[in-house]
């Protein structure tokens, strides 16, 4: 378990110092800004939607690296998946994050797993479920661009 932690944690560290999918959408159907007061972590998500699929989904923004890496991760796992397996698959990431790994949820969470060990700090639930809940808010928002705080 020690070892699979490690490994975690550079995973965590590499998508924090260089996160992937990291720029603006030019194209992007809907964006949605994203703050956690609580840590400073500020996220802008960029999704172009197209036949109730995620075809692009890119983001912005500065924070912790817990912020960071999950904005990245939810980034590469997102794209190609459909509106109903993104709520899914928060609704499993946000279980794991909150209340720990639950069965077989790993094999569905893929990569996000690295994230498992959040649960074990409460205070940082929130870095990394920010960039989720911006990409909820943007999704249930007008297909038009609109940028909120
Ligand atoms: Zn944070």
């Known amino acids: 378990m020690s070892d699979l932690r490690s490994l975690y944690q550079e995973i965590i560290i590499d998508h924090g110092r ?9 194209h992007a159907t809907h964006i949605k800004e994203g703050h956690n007061p609580l ?3 500020q996220v802008t998500v960029y999704v172009c939607k197209r036949d109730q699929k995620i075809e692009e989904i890119t983001f912005q923004g500065k924070g912790c690296a817990i ?3 999950s904005s ?7 794209k190609g998946k459909d509106i109903i397996e993104v709520e899914e ?10 209340k720990g790994v639950q069965d ?9 797993s690295v994230l498992s060990g959040v649960n074990e700090f409460p205070a940082r639930v929130k870095c990394a479920t920010l960039a989720w809940h911006a990409l909820l808010a943007a999704l249930q928002g007008s297909e038009n661009k609109v940028t909120t705080e």
């Open 39 to 41: 840590c400073g972590d």
């Open 18 to 26: 260089n996160p992937r999918n990291f720029r603006a959408c030019e």
């Open 72 to 78: 990245s991760l939810m980034t590469e796992i997102l």
């Open 89 to 98: 698959l928060f609704s499993h990431f946000h279980e794991m994050v909150t």
């Open 104 to 112: 077989n949820s790993t094999e569905k969470l893929g990569k996000l």
């Open 67 to 69: 912020s960071m890496a």
